[in-house]
C-alpha cells in the first residue's frame, strides 16, 4: 500500500495542502511521506475527537487541524494547490457537493486525489472483506451514520471525470500477495465483525445479520481474507481552467 501512494504522490510539489475528512490523521502521515514535498497540510473533520488524536498524532509546526463541514468548506476559492479525500468517499451523502467544495477551493492549476476502496474485487479472499465492509455498512447506516457500501471502481471515476478535469491518472492497488490464512488478519477481522454484530442488537433483521455474519466466518476458515482494492485517482487542470 506504501508503494502505491508513492507512486502516484512521490512526482509531487504539494504545496499548500487540504485533507478532507482527516480523521485521525492517518492520510496526513501518509501524504507527508509520499508527497515529494509540500508547504503546508490542513486536515479538516467533523468528530472533535478525532480531531484530537490527529494533532496528537502530528504536531509540526507545518501541519494543522480545523473543525469544518467538508460540504460547506470555510475557505476562499483557490486557497490551496491540492484537495485530497482518502477512504471515506463512500462515508459521504452527497460526493459530488463535496467534491465541487474541494475543486473550488484549489487554485486553477491545482490537483485533486482521492483515494477509496472499490468492490470490483479479483480473488475469494477479498471479496470477504468485502461482504464484511457491506454487512458494516448496512448496520451503521439503520444506526444513522453515513456509511454506503463501496463504490466499483467505474463510479469513483465516473465521479471525478464528472469534475471535468484536464486529464486524470489512476493508480490500483489489489492485495494479492499477502498470506489470506495470516492468523492476525483473521483475528482483527473477527474483532470488526464481534463490532458489527453489537451495534446491530436491537434491529428488526439481527437474526439475518448474525447468520450472514456466521456466513462470513465460514469463509475465514475455507478461503481466508484478502483486503478491499483500492484506488487512487489524481486529476488536474493545468492549462485547461481559468480563475
Known amino acids: 500500500m506504501k508503494d502505491l ?3 502516484a504522490l512521490g512526482h509531487m510539489d504539494g ?9 485521525g490523521g492517518k492520510f496526513v502521515g501518509t501524504l507527508g511521506r509520499s508527497l515529494q514535498s509540500y508547504a503546508q ?8 475527537r478525532a480531531l484530537r488524536d490527529a494533532q496528537r498524532a502530528h504536531p509540526g509546526q507545518e501541519i494543522h487541524f480545523l473543525r469544518m463541514d467538508a460540504g460547506r468548506l470555510g475557505f476562499r476559492d483557490g486557497s490551496f494547490d491540492t484537495a485530497c479525500a482518502a477512504k471515506s468517499l463512500h462515508h459521504w451523502p ?3 457537493r463535496i467534491l465541487d467544495e474541494m475543486v473550488r477551493v ?6 485533486l486525489v482521492v483515494s477509496d476502496m472499490h468492490r470490483d474485487v479479483e480473488t475469494e479472499p477479498q471479496r470477504t472483506d468485502m461482504l464484511i465492509h457491506h454487512l458494516g455498512a448496512e448496520v451503521h447506516t439503520f444506526r444513522g451514520f453515513t456509511h ?11 465521479l471525478i471525470e464528472a469534475l471535468e478535469p484536464c486529464g486524470l491518472v489512476c493508480y490500483d492497488w489489489y492485495d494479492t500477495s499477502s498470506d489470506p490464512m495470516e492468523p492476525e488478519g483473521i483475528r482483527k477481522k473477527e474483532r470488526i465483525l464481534d463490532r458489527i454484530l453489537n451495534d446491530a442488537k436491537g434491529m428488526p433483521n439481527y437474526r439475518s445479520i448474525e447468520k450472514r455474519a456466521t456466513v462470513l466466518r465460514q469463509r475465514f476458515s475455507e478461503m481466508g481474507m484478502q483486503s478491499e482494492p483500492v484506488l487512487v485517482v489524481v486529476a488536474e487542470w493545468r492549462g485547461c481552467r481559468t480563475v
Open 94 to 96: 452527497d460526493p459530488p
Open 106 to 111: 484549489i487554485k486553477p492549476r491545482g490537483r
Open 5 to 7: 501512494y508513492r507512486q
Open 148 to 158: 454506503n457500501k463501496t463504490y466499483s471502481r467505474l463510479q469513483i471515476v465516473a
Open 41 to 48: 497540510i490542513m486536515g479538516i473533520d467533523l468528530s472533535v
Open 15 to 23: 504545496g499548500r495542502v487540504l485533507d478532507v475528512a482527516t480523521g
